[in-house]
T-cell receptor, first 117, second 112 residues
Framework: DTAVSQTPKYLVTQMGNDKSIKCEQN?????MYWYKQDSKKFLKIMFS???????INETVPNRFSPKSPDKAHLNLHINSLELGDSAVYFC????????????????FGEGSRLTVL | QKEVEQNSGPLSVPEGAIASLNCTYS??????FFWYRQYSGKSPELIMF????GDKEDGRFTAQLNKASQYVSLLIRDSQPSDSATYLC????????????FGQGTELSVKP
């Protein structure tokens, strides 16, 4: 069983379109994340949810809207896609102990490679 | 100044040698330090974490942390071609909601 699964793995679309990526984890973790990895391999956090509550919202255009229907799922919807949105988007999860930042290995999904033409 | 900095490489070492990967970070309040390995086209996977100053060994891997110098390193002994990958240093501050800040990664190539 895949611990963190994302769909789709590949997305090729035209500028201006809207697309969604879905993520599910079966690890029982309480925190989920979206990271963006650009062509230079730089991995940057976008959003984080803890038990369906948004706790991290980095400086990301409003065109990106995350949604967590429950603690095992975190989706990412992108409106009006632009060329610069082309990247690999990784979903990740961790088990965070409240108030402690020392624990919490990130478990990553396989990534969703988005290409905007 | 970037929050977490690594030399992008590529770092090339012969098989059997020691590979040394370095990382510096800017936030003195950082509490936890992680090394992830990412093979080409794959997702990052954790190989080491360290919280306290000093060395931490796990098999062929040793993580070293010096909080005064804001420096963390990863040593890979007896490097193997299968160690060829990008190594990502990640740092987490206190009460940042679990946010890991990654460096840009160092590409390691181990030549047979």
């Amino acid at each position: 069983d895949t611990a963190v699964s994302q769909t789709p793995k590949y997305l090729v679309t035209q500028m201006g379109n809207d697309k969604s990526i879905k993520c599910e984890q079966n690890l029982g973790h309480d925190t989920m994340y979206w990271y963006k990895q650009d062509s230079k391999k730089f991995l940057k956090i976008m959003f984080s949810y803890n038990n369906k509550e948004l706790i991290i919202n980095e400086t990301v255009p409003n065109r990106f809207s995350p949604k967590s229907p429950d603690k095992a799922h975190l989706n990412l919807h992108i409106n009006s896609l632009e060329l610069g949105d082309s990247a690999v988007y990784f979903c990740a999860s961790s088990q965070e102990t409240a108030g402690l930042a020392r624990t919490g290995e990130l478990f990553f999904g396989e990534g969703s490679r988005l290409t905007v033409l | 100044q970037k929050e977490v900095e690594q030399n992008s490489g590529p770092l090339s070492v012969p098989e059997g040698a020691i590979a040394s990967l370095n990382c510096t970070y800017s936030d003195r309040g950082s509490q936890s330090f992680f090394w992830y390995r990412q093979y080409s086209g794959k997702s990052p996977e954790l190989i080491m974490f360290i919280y306290s100053n000093g060395d931490k060994e796990d098999g062929r891997f040793t993580a070293q942390l010096n909080k005064a110098s804001q420096y963390v390193s990863l040593l890979i002994r007896d490097s193997q071609p299968s160690d060829s990958a990008t190594y990502l240093c990640a740092v987490r501050g206190y009460n940042q909601g679990g946010k890991l800040i990654f460096g840009q990664g160092t590409e390691l190539s181990v030549k047979p």
